[in-house]
């Protein structure tokens, strides 16, 4: 009997480290991604980053291992109004509102302080209390964007 029970711990052991190597071999192969690379834990109404790719030095200025941690105290990242957005966020993430693939437009700050746009897409793992997020830069697409509306609106104010 207790030959069976150490036969079980040793192959349930043998799947933990295996699916902790292949996490480790997914999280590698992420990490050289142009995109930002974002993993989230949201348990118990605070969301942390526990990890963020390379790509946040090219793309934002940032080192890597200063981007984790609890967000609220990541604000040389985002920006108030996000931190502020954040009981919102973290309650929809945790009811199961938010969904894989839903994306949207985020700003994020660089480190000399200009803001950067991004577009997301995630990957939950609900059961972990997990997900995983792309964010793409599309700060010339917005920028644009805001030119042209601005351009609209001060050709309504000029026909007036």
């Known amino acids: 009997m207790q030959e069976q029970w150490a036969a079980e711990q040793q192959e349930e052991w043998q799947c933990v480290e295996t699916s902790r190597v292949a996490q480790d071999a997914i999280f590698r192969t992420l990490d050289t991604f142009v995109d930002?690379?974002?993993q989230f834990e949201a348990k118990d109404g605070v969301l942390k980053r526990t990890f963020s790719s390379r790509s946040h030095r090219a793309q934002l200025g940032h080192d890597p291992t200063g981007c984790n941690g609890n967000i609220e105290s990541l604000?040389?990242?985002?920006?108030?109004?996000?931190?502020?957005?954040?009981?919102?966020?973290i309650a929809a993430i945790e009811s199961g509102e938010v969904r894989d693939g839903v994306g949207d437009e985020v700003p994020l700050l660089h480190?000399?302080?200009?803001?950067?746009?991004?577009?997301?897409?995630?990957?939950l793992e609900p059961e972990r209390h997990r997900f995983v997020v792309i964010f793409h830069d599309i700060t010339d697409r917005h920028d644009w964007q805001q030119q042209r509306l601005e351009a609209i609106a001060r050709e309504k104010e000029v026909l007036r």
């Open 36 to 38: 930002l690379v974002v």
């Open 75 to 89: 604000t040389h990242l985002h920006t108030q109004e996000f931190i502020h957005h954040l009981p919102k966020i």
């Open 111 to 123: 480190a000399d302080g200009h803001i950067v746009w991004f577009e997301w897409r995630l990957a």
